[in-house]
Structure formats: C-alpha cells, structure tokens
C-alpha cells in the first residue's frame, strides 16, 4: 500500500481519532487535539527514514560512497583548521540501532555527515536566531531579530549559514528545530542553545530536520536527556545518536515525498478544525435556541427540533458539556420542571433560614449584619422567572458567606488538612498533597471559617467560580481564596450548589470578579448575588432531574471516550501494520 493509499484508506480513522486536552477547574475548554492526524504525521516520517516510503533504484550510488566523500571533506576541513577535530564520541559499533535499513543505506553518527561554522562574538551588527526565530510547525527560521554588538546575549555565539540545520537542545520535546533555507543578511549568529548540523557531501539539510523529528530520534532524545522541568540534550549526547544515510538522490526523493504529504496533512488538519469549529457553533446555535425559548411552547418546539439531530449533535465532549450547561440554565430559569399546585411560598424558606441564623446569633457563632433578602427596585431581575418563584441574595440563604483564613498560615508536619485552589479545582475536595496546620490552629478559628458537611466551598480566585459541596465530616481549613459558605439547616444546599455552576452563575461571577493578571470574585459581589428561589419542593424536583439527566450526559460521554480509545487504538494499529 502506497503512502497516499495509507492517507486516503483510512481517512475517517485519521480524523475521526481525538483526543481531549487535559485541562481542570474553569479553564477547561473542552479543546481536542488531533491525534489521528498527529499519528499520520509521526507514520510518514517513520516511514521516510526507514525507508519504505519512496522506492530505491539501482541506479543510485550507494550511500557509502557519499559518507566517503563527506569523511574526506570533513578531514579536509579539519586539517585546514576550519572545524575542531571530530568529538571522541562511543563508536557506532556500541550504539543500538534501531531498526534495518535497505542495503544501499548506511547508519552513521550525526558527527560524521556534518560540520559547524565555530563562534563568535558579535563585534557588529548581526541577525540573531533564537527559539523565537523558530517556526516549528515548517522547520524553517521566520526573520530574525536584527542587533547591535553591544546588544548581544551572552548566548549569541554560534556562527550559521543558509543550509545550516539548526536543532534546540533545551526542552526538546518542543521540536524547535529549523533549516535556514534563505540567505540572511547581516551576519546570522544562532544561540548557544542550538546544536548546529550542515550536512557535509550536499546532502539536503531537510532529510535530517524530518529524521530528527521521527519518533525513533525522539525516543533517542528521552532516553539520555537530563532535568524535568526544564529536560536538556548535551551536544556530546546529540552527536552521538545514530541516523540512517539513503543514497543522495534517494535523500531528494524521500524530502520531497515527505513534504508533499506533509501538505496533504495540513489541509487534512484543518478540513477537520474547519468541521469540529462548525459543528461547535451549530450546536452553540441550537441550545441557545432552548434557553431563549419565551414560552413552554415554543421550548418544546425547539427541542423537539434539537432531539430529531441529538446523534449528529452530541458527538464531542465539548457538545456534551455545552449540553450539560443548557440543562443547567434551564433548571435555574424554572423550565426543566413541572410546576406543584401546592408548593409552599419560598417565602416561608426565607423566613425559616432566618430564624435559624438569629438562633446562630444567639449562640455567638455568628454576627447578624443588615440583609435585604428581597431585590430592591433598583436591582434589575437578571432574567423572567416564574410567577411562585422569588429574587433574593445569596446571602440570605447562609449563615454567612466568608472566606480561608491566612495564605500562609503557620505549617504543620501532621494535623488539620489546610486545603488550596489545587486541592478543590477538579469540583470536589482532594486532601491528596494538601498542607497542614496543627490543631492548636484550627481550634483558634471562628465557627465561620471551618467548613463542615452540608456547607459550600467556592473559588474566588484564579480557577474562580467552581462551587462544591463539602460532603466528610473529616476537620478542615481554607484558604483565603476560597469562600465558605456556612449553611442553615434548611440553607438549599445542592439548588445553590448547580446555580453557582450554571451558565447564570458563571457569567455572573466574571461580571463582578476585579483584577488583571489574577482575577477575584470578591466576597461582596458574591454576597449580592441575585437568586432566583423556587419553591422548596420545586427545588427537590429540579436537583433530582438535573441529577438524572447529568447522569445520562455522563454515560453519553463515556460512550465517546470508548469509541474515542478505539480510534485511537485503530490508528496505533494502522501504524504498527505499516512499520512491521
């Protein structure tokens, strides 16, 4: 099967292979990344250095003959005093190669086929090449940054020329790795940074940038590179990895199929981009279509006509998710439920929470401060609610709404779990890696500031917005960038809980969160926040089908996630079938 055979056979698997991009808290967007296509691409490149992507002919020279001629130049040029001597490097015959090659090919170190153009110091302007002068994606450089000599980085050093394949050795796993394909004027001088090929014998500098991205030099790279937040290649460990030599005019042939499929790849990538970002925006269209819906006629209009295309609809996690958020919206605006003849008056809730937060008062654990349970005039309903519900403030539902105690309180060894945004940004608490205070600390807080079952949890900064109920009786503190949300015995713990987490509560808490590079919801925008309370009863028949339905969505998902696996399996398959 020819490579474009490969591509066009099994296109649906290709594109249809994604996988969703780990992201937590109120940052994740739900993005997927392209791992058929992603797999296509480490294919045909595996393919063109092993090669099985072009077909040899007898009539190349082998390559033999161009390493021989290379090894001379190279002698050449060390002998003149152009290039250092050659590193004393572990020979070839104590390498693991990796795979056969054909029997005109032959495998080489990167030292032998290549040279470098030595360092310098800039003493005049120059074109300065840095990661930022890479564009990854080509392997090519973008312009470079034009400096002064008495502007030069330390790591301005290393002499380059048009041809010069220049390799990143710090991260690696960013694959900045580029060919300067043009003439650069003034003088180019690459950092440190880099590793500096230029292929001896007119071999084409590209058949190196596509053997240096495969994955067998990628496995090479992580098996000898140092550090982990910052991994690193050292030039000896470079030059030493092993690469396979074609004829020359294989090496031609091999660049320009690569390239071209590269291509075919590229639009194949964005065709699918094209589809996945319609598709998104088709059913952003449609949900909002439910939640606009003026009367209960017109909701069940449009989702009858929603439901007639749920299968072509609801084929992303991202969809599923976006579905889950209408269903939300729909529960807080009194659409998701029927109504009850004879529900009592939230009214009558109000007036309970009220009593028993005088009663908290009366025991000292609190502070009764002047509250205002009912929207004034001049507070604007943010949306049309039904006529038995009732707009009040979130804060006439607590006890008190507060905040953690210290950022950094006194540190313990043992003791009380004092948990951060890390701990809670996932929707639930994680005493996993939490910090601690000693007991003594935890004694010394006010009733308000120590969380206990049946309370809410909720960020106020950075991944801000996420609610979760407290749900162990296990002792436990916050930080000062969570708000507690102390609750009364009849506090409606899990209708606040889904309000907080709807579309409604969202927006609401970026409408009033402050700050630039890190946002907050303050504690008095959140106190403030407008409710729209149902009816006790309304409000149990409302958790209860958010409930059901979150669990169907849920098993939706992981229907996705199974078939997604598969694909993803499938393409390993493919891949595996195509090498061996």
């Known amino acids: 099967m020819s490579a474009r055979e490969l591509i066009t056979e099994h296109l649906d698997l290709w594109t249809g292979a994604v996988t969703k991009k780990s992201s937590s808290g109120r940052g994740s967007n739900g993005k997927v990344e392209l791992t058929g296509v992603k797999k296509l691409r480490e294919l045909i490149l595996e393919l063109a250095v092993r090669g099985k992507l072009v077909e040899q002919s007898p009539d190349d020279e082998p390559a033999n003959i161009i390493l021989e001629r290379a090894q001379s130049e190279k002698h050449r040029l060390a002998k003149k005093g152009e290039i250092k001597k050659p590193r004393k490097l572990p020979g070839l015959a104590e390498m693991d190669l990796p795979f056969s090659v054909p029997d005109s090919w032959e495998w080489v170190q990167l030292e032998d086929i290549s040279r470098d153009w030595g360092q310098k110091t800039p003493d005049e302007d120059f074109s300065y090449i840095d990661v930022a002068s890479v564009d990854n994606l080509r392997g090519v450089t973008t312009e470079a940054s034009v400096l002064s000599s008495s502007d030069a980085p330390s790591r301005a050093r290393k002499v380059v020329q048009q041809g010069t394949l220049i390799y990143s050795t710090v991260r690696p796993y960013l694959q900045n790795i580029a060919v300067i394909e043009n ?16 292929p001896l014998a007119s071999m084409p500098a590209r058949f190196f940038l596509h053997y240096l991205r495969s994955p067998t030099f990628v496995k090479y790279v992580e098996s000898v590179q140092t550090g982990i937040a910052y991994p690193a290649i050292n030039d000896k460990q470079f030059f030493s990895g092993v690469v396979p030599i074609p004829p020359l005019e294989e090496q031609h042939r091999i660049v320009q199929k690569v390239d ?46 929603l439901a007639t295309h749920f299968d072509t609809l609801f084929t992303t996690e991202q969809s599923i998710d976006k579905l889950k958020q209408t269903i939300l919206q729909l529960a807080v605006m009194g659409r998701l439920v029927e109504q009850g003849a004879g529900d009592t008056p939230p009214s009558a809730l109000l007036e309970k929470i009220s009593s028993e937060r005088l009663e908290l008062a009366e025991s000292g654990k609190i502070k009764l401060s002047s509250r205002h349970a009912a929207l004034t005039s001049q507070e604007p309903a943010p949306f049309a609610i039904r006529t038995s519900w009732h707009w009040t403030h ?3 539902l607590f006890a008190v709404v507060t905040d953690g105690d210290h950022q950094a309180p ?54 801000y917005g996420i609610p979760i109920k407290v749900d162990t009786d296990r002792a436990f503190c916050v930080q000062r960038h969570v708000a507690i949300l102390k609750a009364t015995d009849s506090t409606p713990r899990d209708f606040i809980k889904l309000l907080l987490a ?79």
């Open 394 to 396: 979130l804060e006439s």
């Open 183 to 198: 003439e650069i004027t003034p003088e180019p001088i690459a950092s440190t940074a880099f590793a500096i090929i230029h």
């Open 260 to 305: 071209e499929l590269m291509a075919l790849c590229d639009r194949l990538e964005q065709q699918t981009s094209d589809q996945l970002e319609a598709h998104e925006t088709l059913v952003d269209t449609l949900l909002g279509t439910l939640t606009q819906s003026k009367n209960a006629t017109e909701l069940a209009d449009n989702w009858a006509r």
């Open 502 to 580: 709807s579309e409604y509560g969202l927006s609401y808490a970026d409408n009033v969160a402050t700050g630039i590079a890190q946002k907050t919801v303050p504690l008095s925008g959140l106190r403030k926040m407008p409710v729209p309370l149902p009816p006790v009863q309304e409000q149990h028949r409302i958790v209860q089908k958010v409930d059901e339905l979150m669990a169907l969505c849920d098993q939706l998902k992981e229907r996705l996630n199974q078939a997604g696996e598969t694909r993803c399996q499938l393409a390993e398959a493919v891949v595996d079938e195509a090498l061996n």
């Open 410 to 463: 006194p540190k313990s060894e043992q003791g009380i779990p004092f948990l951060v945004i890390g701990n809670l940004n996932a929707g639930e608490i994680n005493f996993t890696s939490c910090k601690y205070v000693s007991e003594d600390y935890f004694d010394n807080l006010d009733w308000s500031r120590k969380p206990t079952k049946g309370d809410l949890l909720y960020t106020v900064t950075g991944s």
